[in-house]
């Protein structure tokens, strides 16, 4: 019996793919697990429900299995939303060999504005290895043939370490804007998962023991709220939303027990291309909080901040310079 039309899933610890061959595009989805935190952003925005959340487990304060994600493969119909909007760039969708994603192509989503770019003339050449080594994803590195910095921009994930490691040399537009608040009060004593599975230095321990925020650092992925043992509640409240002419309603969740959480990640917007559709506005209803008003701290008040210099690996020597 011929498979053309019927997606395949195959999958092992580390990766999960699916393939459909049609007659003329043959079509190959990649989740890569490894870089997947378990963030539910992609089970929160898939429109056929085929994106599925799996817990992690903690022992005695400590993430021993991270969270993570399978696919019913019966329900996805490889749109591609889900590779959009992931923050960890841990999904890859392919067509007739070629990247390409259908909503993107097809105008039915929009394209987030994110980007990293350097400025080697703006560069204390001395931090070259300091940005490099506090790359959380490795992709920084050094072309001496160029003599410069270069940037893997498709799997950089936009945290702005490189910012406060090069001092103003990277610059790095996020897509995502908002805040992460921490309420150390709050949580259960010895438990540092949040910090365990925070792709950046968000979250992390100090040299005293102590769980600290560098909050600049924060994706806005939400996988510090997703492993967590104080969960949020939440209340459900209509929203009509218009779009092409045609107005609908769409249910949208609030967190109602936000001061009793200890970590708290908030999207407000996102930085995207032009674009007017159902499926957009539906995923940004339910992915961003109804907040439009707020400020997010800029690059220049950042550089500033000696906690967030001192998040880095090997801060010290910069430290002592500037003392």
Partial sequence: MSGRGITQKTSNQHEIVLE????????????????CVGCQIGPSV?????VIHLDGEIVDGRL????????????????????????KNAITLTINGI????????GAFATPIQSTTFDRNKLDWKRKDFIIDNCPTDVISYDPSLDTLIVDDEHCIRCRQCEIASNGA???????????????????????????????????????????LADYFCI??????????????????????ESSGVTHTVAHQR?????????????????????????????LTKLADDKAGEVEMDSKRALRRRDLLTALKGAKLFIDEDE
């Fill in 99 to 106: 990247r390409e994603n259908p909503v993107l192509t097809h």
């Fill in 64 to 87: 021993v299995k991270r969270p993570s994600i399978d696919i019913d493969a019966e329900k996805c119909v490889l749109c591609g939303i889900c590779e959009v909007v992931c923050p």
């Fill in 170 to 212: 990277f610059q790095v537009v996020q897509p995502w804007q908002g805040k992460v608040v921490l309420r150390r009060d709050r949580c259960i004593e010895g438990c540092f998962a949040c910090a365990d599975i925070c792709p950046t230095r968000a979250l992390r321990i100090n040299n005293e023991g102590g769980l600290v």
């Fill in 46 to 50: 898939c429109p056929k429900e085929a």
């Fill in 220 to 241: 806005k992925c939400g996988a510090c709220m997703q492993v967590c043992p104080v969960k949020p509640e939440y209340e459900t409240y209509d929203v009509t939303i």
């Fill in 20 to 35: 459909r061959a049609m007659v003329t595009r043959h079509y190959v989805m990649t989740w890569d697990l490894d870089r």
């Fill in 255 to 283: 967190v109602i027990n936000a001061e009793q959480l200890p970590i708290q990640v908030e999207r407000w917007r996102i930085l995207h291309e032009p674009v007017r559709s159902a499926a957009w506005v539906e995923a």
